[in-house]
Structure formats: C-alpha cells, structure tokens
C-alpha cells in the first residue's frame, strides 16, 4: 500500500505539509517551521535549513560548484516532501554515493515516511473494522462532540458525516417518550449498557435503539471522551409483533378448538340422555347417566380453557368447584351433602382431565354409598399442595366404607377400576383408608 486515503491525526503531518507549501513557493528558508515532538522530522528541518542556506550561497558565488546538481536534488527533496504531505508513500527519496547533506535529509525523509505509513496502515485498519460494524458508531470528545461515526450511524440517522461531526450527541436523541425533539438529558446519562433511546431522523422518523456508552481512557494528559453504540431495534420489534400476532393466532385458534369439542360433548351428553329417556331398564338408565356424568366433567375443561387467557393452564380449584356444583345438581336432594375445602392448584390440561374424571367417579361414589343414613352425612372434599410438585385429592365419607378384599383393578366397579386407570396415566397413587367411613387420596404430580 503505497497510497492512503483519509487523514491522519499526527501532528507531524500539518509540519510536513507547511514545509511543503513552503518550498513549493520557491522559499530558501523554513526557519519558523518546527516538529511538534522535537524528534527526526526537527532534525530534517535543521539539514534542510542548512542545504538551503549552502544553495543560496552558490547561487551569489560568480563560480558555483555543482550548483545545478543541488538544485535538481533539492527539488527531489521537494517533491518526496510533498508526496509525504498527501499521504503519498511511493516516492521515496533516491540516495546517491556522495553522502552528503541531501543523502542525510533523504535518510531521514524515508525512516520518517515509513513511520507514518506504518501508523497511517494502521489507521486504515482500524477505519474498516469500523465501518463493517453493523451498529451505529460514535466518537465524541469529553463534551459530548461528535468526532467520528460511521456508516452504520448515518443510515440510521439519515444524515451525511459532515451534518454529524462537531454536533453534540443529545441533539440525535428523543428524551422519554418525546419524539418529537431532541433530548434535554445531561450527557453523563448518555454513558451506561443497555439503555432504550429512540435517535430522531431529520425526516421525522423515530428509530428504537438499544443504547451502550462507555468513557475512553485517559490518554498523556487529555480529558477522555467517550464511544457510543446505537443497535437498530426496528427488526427486532417487528419480529416481535409477528410473533405476537402469531400467538394471538394461535391462542383465537385454541380457544376455538376447545369451543367446538365443547359443543361436541355437549352433543353427545344429549344424546346420551335422549337414549335414557327411551329405555326402560333401570341399570342401563344408571349407567348412561354415569356416562354422561363423565362426559360432564371432560366437558368442564374446555369449557374454562375457552373462557381463560391462559390456555395452557386449568385453575383446579375453579374447575372442582364447577364439576362439584353439577354433581351437588345432577345427585338431587340426597342423605349425604358437599363440603369443600380446595386449594389454589394449577395444572395442565392434560393433568386436568383425568383428575376430574378421577375426581367425579370418587365424588359420586361417595355421595351414593358413603352416608350413615342420618340427614347430617357429609362427603368432604379437598385439594392442596401437599409437597412441592405433588398435589392432594382426598375424598372422605361417612359410610360404611370398602371391603377388605376390595381389588381396585378387577373389582366389579365401572368407577373404580377407571379412576385406578387415570391415576396410573398421570403417575398418580390412590390410597384407600377404610377407618372411619372410607377416605380416598390421590397423589399426583403437578405437571
């Protein structure tokens, strides 16, 4: 790379460029002229000086020596100086065999011009790493003056570089929820991770950024500014009003699901009942209404899944309470009543469904065989949490309560032998106690 477009902030090179104008005017002295950091460059400007000085004096002597040839070689000298001065590494200085006072200001001229390429390739580096960043960049000083930004900025604010540098970083972004105006912030809130700011478009677009500052470090004495980044929002945020719309598809979707098998099963539970009306044996009139009694309670689930916001969520306590008022409804005015003491539990849909299943066979059980016969009988029922993850359905009566011999899974109970089933399908437990009267637990998992 012999040539560098751009700038570079050397000191250095604003020297190189006065010496340059300098002897582009035809001038035989750069006295006046002096390098920054007192190094090479000084010492070339004292040789130059010195040469100068000696071909002034040749061109005053009547019989100069080798006038012309120093002459030709200073403008050498001129036109590598120069090139130095737009950046314009190849035209190095060509040393002759006579190692005089050209040679050494030419040795000098090339180390000095290999420093600053070495410095400027640098810099060229660094310019592409900042412009591929995706993010908008800032540069500002201790002040909040914008130095630097790159490409990714100026898309984002849509604004040229030179509308940008020298600007204060607020007047790019909205304070609040104004986005109508530039922010009236102090600069220090602008450092810090992580921040939402919205930059304001001279177009009147506001553009959602996430926001990050952080202060330079002190560099030889100089009051550090600060680099900014600014992450583009808008594609993330569309993204997630798609996703949002989605779900709300989604859920209107369920929720109409849940409606219609609803309906279906309310459908059947009337034919169901349309069946027992015609039919004149009493046990197959009893088991059609225990069948529609469990179609009932499956009929419950989707019927709060449709009512709820939370599709994938069944509020046992509510949904108990629902299937026990159907169930206090359906029984009739019986020797035995309900008395309920539930907890807030929380399950899926699928853990939902075989416990009110489990729950409307254990409950109808009891109210049809476990009273004393007295008017005061209770059937208690009760639900809760009783250790982490793992939820109680106890169902207590007073009757006369199972017989010793009782086989859950073989017994000639309909109702039994499907609520051992449904405990089984959620890794559930039934525990049978017969003393007093005949209480019954299930103990399942949570989800």
């Excluded at 040679?103 to 390739?121: K, M, S, Y």
């Excluded at 009891?366 to 359905?393: K, Q, T």
Aim: glycine residues 8%.
């Amino acid at each position: 790379m012999n040539k560098l477009d751009g700038t570079l902030n050397d000191p250095r090179l604003e020297t190189i460029r006065v010496l340059a104008s300098s002897l582009a005017r035809g001038e035989l002295s750069t006295r006046g002229v002096a390098s920054p950091r007192g190094d090479v460059l000084d010492e070339i400007i004292g040789q130059l000086n010195s040469a100068m000085a000696r071909l002034s004096q040749d061109r005053t002597d009547p019989a100069p020596m080798n006038a012309s040839s120093d002459t030709e070689r200073l403008e050498h000298l001129s036109d590598t100086i120069a090139a130095l001065a737009r950046m314009d590494f190849s035209q190095p200085f060509r040393l002759s065999k006579q190692n005089d006072i050209f040679d050494a200001i030419g040795l000098g001229l090339n180390a000095l011009a290999e420093e600053l390429q070495a410095v400027a390739v640098s810099r060229a580096h660094l310019e592409e790493i900042l412009e591929s960043i995706p993010d908008g960049l800032i540069v500002a000083d201790a002040l909040g003056s914008i130095d630097r930004t790159n490409g990714a900025l100026l898309d984002l604010v849509g604004l040229p570089e030179e509308e940008i540098v020298g600007e204060r970083v607020e007047r790019f972004l909205a304070c609040g929820d104004n986005t109508h105006g530039p922010a009236t912030m102090q600069h220090d809130d602008l450092y810090g991770r992580d921040q939402r700011r919205t930059l304001l478009r001279p177009d009147g677009v506001a553009v959602p950024v996430a926001w990050s500052g952080v202060r330079l470090q002190e560099n030889q004495g100089q009051t550090p500014g600060g680099v900014f980044v600014a992450h583009d929002l808008r594609p993330l945020l569309g993204a997630e009003l798609r996703l949002r719309a989605a779900l709300e598809e989604k859920d209107a979707l369920l929720q109409e699901v849940h409606h219609r098998v609803k309906n279906n099963l309310q459908v059947i539970t009337s034919l169901l009942r349309m069946q027992a009306i015609d039919i004149d044996d009493s046990a197959a009139v009893c088991a059609l209404e225990q069948s529609i009694g469990r179609v009932r309670a499956m009929s419950l689930v989707h019927d709060q899944l449709y009512a709820s916001e939370h599709l994938g969520r069944i509020d046992l306590e509510l949904y108990l309470e629902a299937l026990m008022a159907h169930i206090a409804a359906t029984h009739g005015s019986g020797a035995a009543s309900l008395s309920l003491r539930l907890s807030n539990v929380v399950v899926t849909p699928e853990v939902a469904v075989p416990i009110g299943l489990i729950a409307n066979e254990l409950i109808r059980n009891a109210l049809e065989h476990g009273h004393d016969g007295s008017s005061g009988s209770v059937v208690e029922v009760s639900l809760d949490e009783c250790e982490r993850g793992l939820l109680s359905l106890r169902v207590q009566d007073r009757g006369p309560g199972f017989a010793s011999d009782v086989e859950l899974e073989t017994g000639r109970s309909l109702g039994l032998r499907l609520a051992s089933a449904l405990s089984a399908q959620i890794d559930g437990e039934l525990i049978f106690v017969n003393a007093p009267g005949c209480h019954v637990e299930l103990r399942a998992p949570i989800a």
